[in-house]
């Protein structure tokens, strides 16, 4: 029997422009893309062309990770121009090889530079973007230049794909947890010195399954990404009760994120799609990417029916859960 990586390997692909046309590919014929990779872009193509109509005959904005991609993508689906933004010199020159066929036809063009210094001609009907970091806004996080893109060139009435996001934390307890700790000693002998100082405690990147959990899933963040503000998505989350309802030894916090593809309240989604990265979606690729772990000294005993209050800090893309008393 093929496994799932194996299957969404053979049936993942990805856009680029060939001889005036937008062709489908394999995602290993680009070295630069990893399964999770393929696999969360895979989302994007089944909310675009599940969308379609939304699409058709719009201006759309691209910003984030593979932003030409999403342009291939949003011209496949119908619209009238595909904007680019890659930050990156290298990423943007390996993308115009892509993307050149398109700008010709007047569909895609690549603009290369920061977000909140290039000009656009017009406004834009929808911005696609693809910004998650791990535990969405850790490492890696592209939010701070969509929300600046949203705000620069969004018309009014515009349309942000994805559309909302939530972040959640449960309780664990799994025999790895020791491990996780001995992979990253030096981070961890600083534990009581950081939470001293207010600072987030350490964290890994970790697989947690379903069976490790030992309370249910508490979101502590939903996001509108039509009306988040940036000065407010990374604001301390106190008071966070997290149940106990599997008694045990306390191992860890694992953090876990959805992405939801539901469009507006004026243009409302007629498909709509979940990146979701929890324990029960353990066969998903992204699942074990975008996991966070925050392991918790001593691993104290704790029982069925307690209740667990923790605060979730910021200090820049880093996060750290501190359980308090």
């Known amino acids: 029997m093929m496994c799932a990586e194996e299957r969404v390997c053979q049936e ?24 999770w990779n393929a696999t969360c872009l895979e989302a994007y193509e089944d909310a675009i062309f599940g969308n379609k109509e939304h699409f058709q005959g719009q201006v759309i904005l691209c910003v984030g990770r593979e932003s030409d991609t999403l342009a291939c993508l949003v011209a496949m689906a119908g619209a009238t121009k595909g904007y680019a933004v890659e ?87 799994s025999q790895d947890a020791e491990s996780f700790v001995e992979g990253h000693t030096h981070a961890y002998r600083s534990f009581e010195r950081k ?22 899933g508490n979101i502590i963040r939903e996001i509108d990404m039509r009306t988040a503000r940036r000065e407010g998505v990374r604001n301390t989350c106190n008071n966070l009760e997290l149940t106990i309802t599997i008694g045990g030894s306390l191992s860890m916090i694992v953090g876990w994120f959805s992405v939801y593809f539901n469009g507006s309240q004026g243009r409302p989604a007629l498909v709509d799609v979940e990146i979701d990265t929890s324990p029960y979606a353990l066969n998903n690729p992204m699942s074990c990417m975008w996991q966070k772990v925050f392991v918790v000294p001593h691993q104290p005993r704790i029982d069925e029916g307690e209740t667990l209050l923790c605060s979730l800090r910021h200090n820049g893309d880093n996060m750290g859960v501190v359980c308090h008393e």
Not at 143 to 160: E, P, Y
Not at 195 to 216: F, T
């Open 195 to 216: 939470v001293q100082k207010g600072l987030p405690d350490p964290s890994v990147r970790a697989c947690v399954g379903a069976n490790e959990l030992i309370g249910p």
């Open 12 to 35: 993942t692909h990805f856009y680029e422009y060939h001889e005036g046309e937008c062709v489908r590919r394999d995602w290993w014929s680009s070295s630069s893309l990893k399964l």
């Open 87 to 173: 930050y990156d010199v290298g990423a943007a020159g390996r993308s115009k090889v892509e993307v050149d066929l398109g700008a010709a036809q007047g569909v895609v063009t690549l603009l290369e530079g920061k977000v909140e210094e290039l000009e656009l001609p017009e406004k834009v009907d929808i911005i696609v973007s693809y910004f998650m970091g791990n535990f969405l806004l850790g490492t890696g996080c592209k939010i701070d230049n969509l929300l600046l893109a949203r705000d620069k060139f969004l018309k009014s009435d515009g349309t942000m794909f994805p559309s909302h996001c939530e972040m959640v934390l449960a309780p664990a307890s």
